[in-house]
């Protein structure tokens, strides 16, 4: 706990059955992995899960993230198919931020200081069930 400071931003690393059980009753959505590193690659498309309360139908892909330190991180959320919406939530699924387009060219971006813990991102796009193509996420510190 914490001392694995080799990778403090671990997707899989420390997390419990606890964190996953809680991860999967929050968004009832499958939520992968991701950590620091180089952009992931992925898409909103017709079966992904949709946006549960923002009513428009939109297509939600869901990432999780543990921290074993207080830290700044950025997430970068970008596409060139369509509008992004970005949310940050805790691992109850409570939502600690959103941004539309902080990142440019309609593209989000969340900066943010977080304390040791699981969290959860949200890639979604601003409008209907027709706002479907790929993303790239990135977390970064
Ligand atoms: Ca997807
Ligand atoms: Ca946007």
Redesign the pocket.
């Known amino acids: 706990m914490g001392c694995d400071t080799s990778d403090p931003t671990g997707g899989g690393t420390g997390i419990t059955q606890a964190d996953l059980d809680a991860l999967a009753s929050a968004f009832g959505c499958s939520v992968v992995a991701i950590s620091v590193g180089p952009p992931r690659n992925g898409s909103l498309s017709d079966d992904d899960c949709t946006h549960p309360n923002d009513g428009d139908q939109s297509k939600i892909d869901y990432f999780r993230f543990r921290l074993s330190q207080n830290m700044s991180i950025v997430i970068d959320y970008e596409s060139s198919d369509y509008?992004?919406?970005l949310y940050l939530y805790d691992s109850n699924g409570q939502q600690l931020a959103s941004d539309?387009?902080s990142g440019g060219d309609?593209?989000?971006r969340i900066s943010r200081t977080l304390n040791t813990g699981v969290y959860a991102i949200g890639a979604n796009s601003?409008f209907t069930t027709t706002d479907l193509g790929s993303y790239t996420m990135r977390l970064s510190n």
């Open positions: 509008d992004a919406y539309d387009d309609l593209d989000s601003v």
